[in-house]
């Protein structure tokens, strides 16, 4: 049978295939002689020039390039006016461009809650010099993808894109963030679709307990503020509000543009020409000129979780509003704290179980983020492989042997000055308490130095699997822009991808093992002003996870730890 397969595949497979490589040869020729006439063409294609490092910071720490994304460090100009621009060099047929406001949920407040999440779906709408037709015929004509996504530290807008076509996309990015007309009826459309899209949040446990977990963890201040706008607030919300919003908070000394595979100096002419004249607000015509507001208008006895999460009540008289100094200063305080709703209807029921973690300028970050890929995790029902974390411990130790678990994941937040980390998991109804031991469980086995402790071979493999998931993340444009853009916005730098790989390699057990009892010890609040209490959020049939402190105590973890 093989012996006839192989005389079939002689006469009529090897032929075709000799006949299709001849015919392609010269259509390569043609298409790689039509791409390097097109590179060397395009004013906005970066070049491989050696560019010399003002700043040691961004030197590059190895003489071996380690990524394609690394192969020359980025490029950080500010304008007079603060305004920021980042660019990096990366060889391709496209570039990426994205301009990064430093906004987002954390800066809003009573009046302005829910703001971000509308804002970002406001974005490439009309503007005061276009209509949202003339606005979409343009980003038609500019070709490529316009996104815009709202974080709690930042508002991006971003865009892949053609290099010859990034001076018209800029352009446009700069009209809808400096121009909006924020029109009734577009902010009516949004009304609608959000309140879709909050509704799909609230019925998945999965997708709103993250978001919860945040508003427990953080209580009454910026890091809890919701990304979702809370349908109260989305009701009532008015254009001034937005528009207010803006005013207060799109200023130049906060705004980043960045750009991937693009000339450097001809962004900054770029940047100049379309930011170079914008102003911060003086100090009477932001948030400051309207500091009281009246907090029930509109929505004076509207219920909902977030509103009773943030201690809002319907007879609530006027309220004053922060100031945009004391709002941009304003550190995030990690509370701590405990939310169960129970609800039968669930098949599962889902547990999260949260310490503060550590900031995005911690030192012992690289430690932190390589505990995360140490413990893993997944689902039940997640496809196996090298590379897929089967090997992790919340595999190994937890969803390997207990078949009513259905998930169990690690995960790690971190921002500009706090930082949230623990383990989620769900499980088949009756088990509650027995999840949260085993989740408290492969907490505490962290923090040993003997048996059950972090071994080297576990620790090795999980540095392996962070640096080969940064670099082969950094193989995209986009996340590319986004690392660069964010990493200026937090830092006023990037850090070279050689310098980070090289603090993976230099984590040890010791350092695991001293990360893991500074952050499960309660010990993060020590230098934040945190609680240092623990964080549990849960849904489904929760009544057995209370009094889950005197599980952490028969462990060991949280403030009363002792080691």
């Given amino acids: 049978m093989s ?23 010269p259509l390569v020729s043609r298409m790689n002689k039509h791409q390097q006439a097109s590179l060397q063409a395009d004013d906005y294609v970066k070049t491989s020039e050696h560019i010399p490092l003002k700043s040691p910071a961004h030197q590059n720490t190895s003489s071996t390039s380690t990524s394609s994304s690394s192969s020359l460090p980025a490029k950080v100009t500010k304008l007079a006016n603060g305004v920021r621009v980042a660019t990096e060099d990366s060889q391709g047929h496209f570039a990426a461009l994205g301009v990064y406001v430093d906004a987002g949920s954390r800066y809003e407040d009573d009046a302005t809650r829910g703001v971000s999440h509308i804002l970002d779906r406001l974005a490439f709408k009309s503007t005061k ?15 490529g993808n316009v996104m815009c996504s709202s974080s709690r530290e930042s508002i991006m807008y971003q865009s892949a894109l053609l290099p010859q076509d990034l001076p018209q996309m800029l352009a446009i990015m700069a009209d809808t963030i400096r121009n909006p007309a924020i029109e009734e009826e577009e902010l009516e459309e949004q009304r ?5 899209e909050i509704q ?5 446990p999965e997708m709103i307990l993250p978001e919860l977990m945040h508003t427990v963890a953080y209580k009454d201040n910026t890091l809890g503020n919701p990304l979702l706008c809370p349908m109260e607030n989305l009701e009532s ?20 543009v960045s750009a991937v595979g693009a000339d450097h100096d001809k962004v900054v002419d770029l940047t100049q020409k379309l930011f170079g004249d914008m102003k911060a607000p003086s100090s009477g015509s932001s948030s400051d000129s309207a500091s009281e507001e009246t907090a029930t208008s509109g929505s004076s006895n509207r219920g909902g979780l977030f509103k009773s999460l943030f201690g809002k009540s319907g007879s609530s008289p006027i309220v004053l509003r922060p100031d945009y100094e004391t709002l941009s200063r304003l550190p995030a305080k990690y509370t701590g704290g405990t939310l169960l709703i129970e609800d039968d209807t669930q098949p599962f029921t889902h547990l999260f179980v949260g310490f503060e973690g550590l900031s995005i300028h ?8 390589t505990l995360q890929l140490l413990m893993g995790g997944g689902s039940s029902f ?28 690690s995960f790690n937040h971190c921002y500009s000055d706090s930082g949230l980390f623990g383990i989620s998991g769900s499980c088949y109804p009756g088990y509650e308490s027995m999840l949260l031991e085993v989740i408290i469980r492969e907490l505490e086995l962290t923090t040993r130095t003997g048996r059950g402790g972090i071994a080297q071979g576990e620790l ?16 995209s444009k986009m996340v590319q822009l986004e690392d660069l853009g964010r990493q200026v916005q937090v830092h006023g730098y990037k850090v070279p991808v050689e310098e980070l790989c090289a603090k993976i390699e230099k984590v040890t057990r010791q350092d695991m093992v001293r990360v893991a009892r500074r952050v499960f010890g309660g010990q993060v609040g020590l230098m934040t002003g945190g609680s240092g209490d623990v964080t549990i959020v849960g849904q489904g049939l929760t009544k057995s996870l209370e009094g889950a402190e005197k599980v952490l105590e028969k462990y060991g973890l949280g403030k009363t730890a002792k080691w």
């Fill in 362 to 369: 911690d030192d012992d970050i690289y430690a932190l983020a």
């Fill in 460 to 475: 090795d493999r999980a540095k392996n699997q962070l640096r080969s998931s940064v670099l082969m993340n950094l193989e």
């Fill in 237 to 256: 919300m008015t254009t001034d509000n937005i528009k207010s919003y803006i005013n207060t908070w799109y200023r130049p000394e906060r705004i980043v």
């Fill in 382 to 409: 997640s496809a196996g492989g090298p590379g897929k974390g089967m090997y992790s411990r919340l595999f190994s130790n937890v969803l390997n042997h207990y078949n009513w678990i259905e998930s169990c994941m």
């Fill in 200 to 204: 799909e949040y609230w019925s998945k």
């Fill in 3 to 25: 012996k006839q397969l192989g005389s079939a595949i002689a006469r009529h497979v090897l032929p075709f295939t000799r006949q299709a490589n001849r015919m392609a040869m």
């Fill in 129 to 143: 010099s276009k209509t949202s037709e003339a606005m979409m015929a343009d980003l038609e004509a500019a070709g």
């Fill in 192 to 196: 609608v679709s959000a309140g879709h």
